[in-house]
């Protein structure tokens, strides 16, 4: 009769073969035994083996090996060549096919100079390797070896989190060593249903202010990540509750009005792809321009990013031009058209003018696509001369396209031809 950890064993390699592609398991086979004929230990390690405990399916997948990285994935080049890409400098490797990947990497052990500072690495073991993660749930690891095939190694407790729903942190210094984890944190407990642990909502609260030792970039970063999730409201509204937002700026929340425009947001978006830019102009939209400005300062975002920002704040200083009752639809466009997509966007989805968001959707869903039939190419044919007055014409083509005035080239062609015959667009 086989005994509890063989049972445990087995149901792992199960969940295994019934999760990943034929092909990949076969990769996952044959690595194993490469490893072990080096010498080396080799586990499947991290979110994947959290997310097969939990059901849900993964194909991007985390290597650890007790021994060398590089010369494991040495041997594994013959097998597969042209096809593991080896990253000498970080002493990683990586197989991508398809819609799958496997990351390689050296076992390892971390410390700390500082709080906020990136860590000294060197050689370890799978268990300070695991020690170095960030939660228990994320700190568990699978045998790939032959001998040890499907076995799970649960140091730290994760298994018995994960069937609680808790996020608890490693160790008393966690948040200390790296405050990023704070937002990681409110990821996994907002994406999984999870709460955080008594202890660990106890630290993290007493080290908040410890995100100042962060830089802006990896704060953006985290962002990114919580911005990439399926609800990321739920991520900031807790991250508000907890002080992170306010860490950043004075201010700054995650309430239910942003839980509101973020949800229609998505319904605004392509599906597939987060809107993190609109996401981004949305939190800000009710600041002033110093309070942005200085939330970009915390953030470092790229230049685009920072254009949208700002033209964001910019434009909702503009509610006022857009709460005429009649405005041409070419004014409407000339109010716009200098405004990205998103800074519109975003004014649309937040105004509390109900005139405002009129205009600015009739902009969005129409306007911006209006151009004239006719070009510089079609006009020089027609008998304009280059120079500015071929602009006049091209500019108001368009407006008399956005206006109604014309609707086709051939209209556009007689209405260029008038201009011409009465020179009414003279410099």
Request: proline share 4%.
């Amino acid at each position: 009769m086989a005994t509890g950890e063989d049972a445990r064993a087995a149901d792992l390699a199960g969940l295994l073969q019934r999760s990943l592609p034929s092909e990949l398991m076969g990769i996952l086979h044959e690595t194993g035994e490469l490893a072990s004929g080096l010498g080396q230990k080799l586990y499947l390690v991290g979110g994947v083996v959290r997310d097969l405990l939990l059901g849900r399916s993964s194909l991007d997948l985390d290597l650890v090996v007790e021994g060398e990285a590089l010369k494991l994935a040495a041997a594994l080049a013959e097998h597969y060549p042209g096809r593991w890409v080896a990253h000498r400098r970080f002493g990683t490797a990586k197989l991508r096919h398809g819609n799958w990947s496997i990351d390689l990497a050296t076992a390892r052990s971390e410390s700390y100079s500082r709080p906020g500072a990136l860590p000294t690495v060197r050689p370890g073991t799978i268990q300070e390797d695991l020690f170095r993660r960030d939660f228990t749930i994320n700190a568990m690891a699978v045998h790939l070896d032959p001998a040890h095939y499907g076995e799970l190694l649960d140091p730290y407790g994760g298994k018995r989190d994960l069937e609680a729903g808790l996020i608890r942190i490693l160790h008393q210094k966690s948040f200390i060593d790296d405050a990023t984890r704070m937002f990681r944190a409110l990821r996994y407990e907002q994406r999984l249903g999870f709460r955080l642990e008594q202890s660990t909502e106890t630290r993290l609260r007493q080290d908040v202010a410890l995100l100042d030792t962060i830089s802006a970039d990896r704060i953006r970063h985290e962002l990114e990540l919580i911005f990439k999730e399926e609800r990321p409201e739920l991520a900031l509204r807790r991250a508000g509750e907890l002080g992170l937002l306010g860490v950043l700026l004075s201010g700054l929340g995650g309430n239910g009005w942003l839980a509101e425009k973020f949800a229609q947001a998505r319904k605004s978006c392509h599906p597939t792809t987060p809107p993190i830019p609109l996401y981004l102009a949305l939190l800000v939209y009710r600041l002033t321009e110093t309070d942005v400005e200085r939330f970009m300062q915390r953030i470092n975002p790229m230049a685009n990013l920072a254009q949208v920002l700002r033209e964001t704040i910019r434009l909702k200083g503009q509610q006022e031009s857009l709460e005429a009752e009649k405005l041409a639809p070419s004014a409407v466009f000339h109010l716009l058209g200098g405004y990205s997509l998103e800074a519109v966007q975003a004014n649309a989805l937040a105004t509390s003018s109900e005139r405002a968001k009129e205009w600015l959707e009739l902009y969005l869903n129409k306007l911006h696509h209006i151009k004239p039939s006719l070009n510089g190419e079609a006009l020089l044919a027609l008998g304009v001369a280059p120079g500015p007055r071929m602009g006049q014409i091209l500019q108001a083509l368009q407006d008399a396209r956005l206006d109604g005035k014309v609707e086709n080239e051939q209209q556009e062609k007689a209405l260029v031809k008038e201009w011409l015959k009465g020179r009414l667009l003279d410099e």
